[in-house]
């Protein structure tokens, strides 16, 4: 057996067995109320933590397993996740299985209470396919106006959990939209400043698509939607020699992915006597340390905006 094939057949194994302990332990333990009457949200991405934050505002307490950093579609639930899976009135998780080594928890969990993909009430319309399968691209929070749904969606459950809190979360749902609809203004203006030509975007893996689609870029990624689909010396080259044909002269690395493959491609282009620099940091399917601009939706997006059209203008 192969390397590789021993890693996935090990790691496959190792899954099971955490999925196997966690499930067993779902049932045992009754949610736990909390004395100070706040809702107790568990999430999974801080994209979704953020939307939980902004319209329930301090009338919750959310805990979100995947931090800076994490890659959501390799994570594994630990047994250090059950006492907030358990401990949670609900569990909201993005869906489109981002979270794809988690969905046999979900589907435990949604036995005992509300488990909720927010991105379910995206309309068909407005989600963007997989290039290698029927499924869809998951990384919707990348298009502003698709992810708003998802906004919706949080008000809703919060309202039926809170009734009394309705009119809060609907007056903190609109704000947070407007909010939303202003970075969405802001992405449109500032992308139109960076040459038509230039507007490509090149990074580790396809997670911008929904980006690209939104704001008029072209995006490439070395590896599929999933960080869990592996490239070789061909797909390297492949889009070592888009760069050379197309004289791009930036690439960007992602903050929840190893610099490694992206490093490939540009040694891989100055072979060819092509230079590609590294335009900066963008976030991915993780945004940054909580407490900086970064580690908000909003700050994340700004972020990204910015340093892709301050490398590609």
Same mark, same amino acid.
């Given at each position: ?37 706040? =809702? ?20 919750v307490e959310v805990a979100s397993l995947m931090g800076p950093g ?120 500032? =992308? ?25 870029l072209e995006v490439m990624g070395l590896q599929g939607l999933s ?20 004289? =791009? ?29 590294i335009g900066g940091e963008l976030f991915s399917d993780a945004m ?19 340093? =892709? ?5």
């Amino acid at each position: 057996m192969e390397e590789t094939k021993v890693k996935k057949w090990l790691a496959g194994i190792v899954t099971t067995m955490v999925a196997v302990v966690l499930l067993s332990a779902c049932g045992s333990n009754e949610t736990s109320g909390d004395s100070n009457g706040l =809702i107790k949200v568990t999430t999974t991405t801080g994209q979704v933590a953020d939307i939980v934050k902004n319209v329930g505002g301090d009338k919750v307490e959310v805990a979100s397993l995947m931090g800076p950093g994490v890659d959501p579609h390799l994570y594994q639930a630990s047994q250090g996740d059950i006492k907030k899976l358990n401990d949670a009135e609900i569990i909201l998780y993005n869906g489109l299985h981002l979270e794809g080594k988690m969905e046999e928890i979900f589907e435990k969990m949604s036995e005992d209470k509300p488990t909720v993909a927010v991105a379910d009430d995206i309309p068909e319309d407005m989600l963007l396919g997989a290039d290698d399968s029927n499924a869809h691209d998951p990384h919707v929070w990348f298009d502003i106006p698709a992810w708003l749904y998802a906004v919706d969606v949080v008000k809703e459950q919060l309202s039926e959990l809170s009734p009394e809190n309705k009119e809060l979360f609907e007056e903190n749902a609109e704000k947070y939209r407007k909010e939303l609809e202003e970075v969405h203004a802001y992405a449109q203006e500032q =992308i139109e400043t960076i040459p038509e030509e230039s507007r490509v975007l090149v990074t580790a893996h396809d997670a911008f698509k929904y980006f690209g689609h939104a704001y008029g870029l072209e995006v490439m990624g070395l590896q599929g939607l999933s960080t869990d689909s592996e490239y070789g010396l061909k797909d390297v080259q492949s889009l070592v020699d888009t760069l050379v044909d197309r004289k =791009i002269k930036a690439v960007f690395i992602e903050s929840s992915i190893s610099e490694k493959s992206i490093n490939a491609v540009v040694e891989g282009a100055k072979k060819e006597n092509h230079e590609v620099v590294i335009g900066g940091e963008l976030f991915s399917d993780a945004m940054g340390e909580e407490g900086t601009n970064e580690g908000t939706y909003v700050g994340m997006f700004k972020h990204n905006i910015d340093t =892709i059209v301050s490398s590609l203008k």
